[in-house]
C-alpha cells in the first residue's frame, strides 16, 4: 500500500530532459531541483522521495492505472486521464496520485471534473510557451501565404515552381480568433506587416486591443472579413467546419496552432486541394492517412510549437517548482482545481 512518506514522481513528459541548442543559464535546473527534492534537501519535503524519469513513453498510447501505480506526482505529457483512470488512481479509489503537472497551457488530455472528484491536483504552465508558439504560428502563416512547402517539394525534385504566386502580406487583415497569451503575441510579433488586425473572443481584453488597434468582432465578421485566419482559442470542440471552410476565398489562409480538434481537417483538405482556399497550417501530426499532402499548400509539424529552448526550459522549471510546492504541502502555483486542497 501506499505510504505517505514514500513519494514517486513520474515524469512523462518527453522534453523534459532534452539539451538546450544554445547555451542556457537555467538549463539542467528544473532536474537539479527535482534531484534535491529526492536527495531531501528541498526545504520540508518529508520521506523519501523518488524520480523516475519516463521521457521515452509514447504519449498516444494509452496510459494504463497499472503503469502509474504507486506513483505520487505526474509531470504529464499529453496522454489522456479519463475519468475512469482517475477513478482509479486517485485517494478517492485507494490510490496514490495527488497531482498532474500538465507540461504544457492545454488541459484537454486531462478531465479535471473527474481528477477534482478523484482528489488529484491539476496545474499546468502558462505563459511559459506562449512567445515561441507564437514565433511558430507567424513562421507557418508566412509559410502558406509563401507556398513554401510546395515550392520546396518542387525545388527539391529539381523542378520549376507550378500553382499561382505567393501571397503578399503587408496591409493585409489578419483574423485572430482567441486573444490570449499566445494569440496577443502573434498580433504583437507581426506588428511591422501593418495588417489590418480584428479579433474574437469571448472574453475581450480591450485595453490590449486598443493598444494595438484591433477591433473585436463576431467570429462570422471574422471569417468573412479575413485574409489571414489563426486560431489560439483554448476550446475544446471544432469551430472551423463545413459551414465555415465553404465562406472561405480561394486566397484565405489557415493557420492552427492551437488544438486539432479547432478544425475539420477533412473540409480544409477538400477546399485547398480544389482552389477554394489557399492554404492551411497546421501544428499537429496529419494522421489523415487517406489524404496525401503531396503537392498541396498544406503545412504539418508534429506539435513543436514550444519547442524551443525558452520554452522547453520554462515548462521544465514550471512543472518541478509546482511538484517541489506540491512535496512541501505549499499550494503549486498554477492550481486548477483548487477544490482538492479541502482533502489534502
Ligand atoms: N502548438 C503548440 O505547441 C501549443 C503550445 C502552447 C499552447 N497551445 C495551445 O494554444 C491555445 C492557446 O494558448 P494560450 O496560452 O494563448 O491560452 P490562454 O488561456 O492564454 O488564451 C486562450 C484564449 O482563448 C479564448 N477562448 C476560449 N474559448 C474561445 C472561443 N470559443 N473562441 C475564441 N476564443 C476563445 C480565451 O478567452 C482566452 O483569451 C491552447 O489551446 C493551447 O493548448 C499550443
Not at 153 to 173: C, F, H, M, Q, Y
Not at 184 to 200: D, I, T, Y
Not at 278 to 294: I, K, R
Not at 298 to 327: C, E, Y
Amino acid at each position: 500500500m501506499h505510504h505517505p512518506s514514500e513519494q514517486t514522481i513520474l515524469v512523462l513528459a518527453t522534453s523534459f530532459l532534452d539539451q538546450p541548442v544554445t547555451a542556457h543559464p537555467k538549463a539542467g535546473a528544473a532536474r537539479a531541483l527535482l534531484d534535491a527534492a529526492a536527495a531531501g534537501t528541498t526545504a520540508d519535503a518529508a520521506g523519501t522521495v523518488t524520480v523516475r524519469y519516463r521521457c521515452d513513453r509514447n504519449p498516444a498510447a494509452e496510459l494504463t492505472a497499472a503503469e502509474i501505480e504507486g506513483v505520487t506526482a505526474i509531470i504529464a505529457d499529453l496522454e489522456r486521464y479519463p475519468e475512469e483512470l482517475l477513478r482509479q488512481v486517485g485517494p478517492a479509489g485507494g490510490g496514490a496520485l495527488r497531482i498532474i503537472c500538465r507540461y504544457g497551457v492545454g488541459t484537454d488530455s486531462v478531465d479535471i471534473a473527474a481528477a477534482t472528484r478523484a482528489g488529484v491536483m491539476v496545474t499546468n504552465t502558462p505563459g511559459c510557451n506562449s512567445l515561441p508558439t507564437a514565433e511558430w504560428a507567424v513562421t507557418t502563416l508566412l509559410d502558406v501565404a509563401g507556398r513554401r512547402t510546395v515550392h520546396h517539394e518542387r525545388a527539391a525534385a529539381g523542378n520549376p515552381k507550378v500553382g499561382p504566386s505567393r501571397l503578399d502580406i503587408t496591409g493585409k487583415r489578419l483574423g485572430v480568433v482567441g486573444t490570449g497569451q499566445i494569440g496577443r503575441r502573434v498580433v504583437e510579433l507581426l506588428s511591422g506587416f501593418h495588417l489590418n488586425v480584428v479579433a474574437f473572443d469571448p472574453y475581450p481584453n480591450h485595453e490590449w486591443a486598443e493598444a494595438h488597434g484591433v477591433r473585436y468582432v463576431s467570429l462570422d465578421e471574422l471569417i468573412d472579413g479575413s485574409d489571414f485566419i489563426t486560431l489560439h482559442a483554448a476550446h475544446r470542440e471544432q469551430m472551423i467546419g463545413e459551414r465555415e471552410v465553404a465562406r472561405f476565398r480561394p486566397d484565405t489562409v489557415l493557420v492552427n496552432c492551437a488544438r486539432w480538434v479547432l478544425v475539420d481537417n477533412r473540409a480544409v483538405y477538400h477546399a485547398v486541394r480544389e482552389g477554394r482556399m489557399y492554404g492551411y497550417g497546421v501544428d499537429e501530426t496529419w494522421t489523415e492517412v487517406d489524404l496525401p499532402l503531396a503537392g498541396l499548400n498544406i503545412a504539418t509539424s508534429p506539435h513543436v510549437g514550444s519547442d524551443t529552448d525558452a520554452g522547453k526550459i520554462n515548462m521544465q522549471l514550471a512543472t518541478a517548482r509546482q511538484i517541489v510546492q506540491f512535496l512541501s504541502g505549499e499550494t503549486p502555483e498554477n492550481l486548477l482545481n483548487p477544490e482538492t486542497l479541502q482533502r489534502r
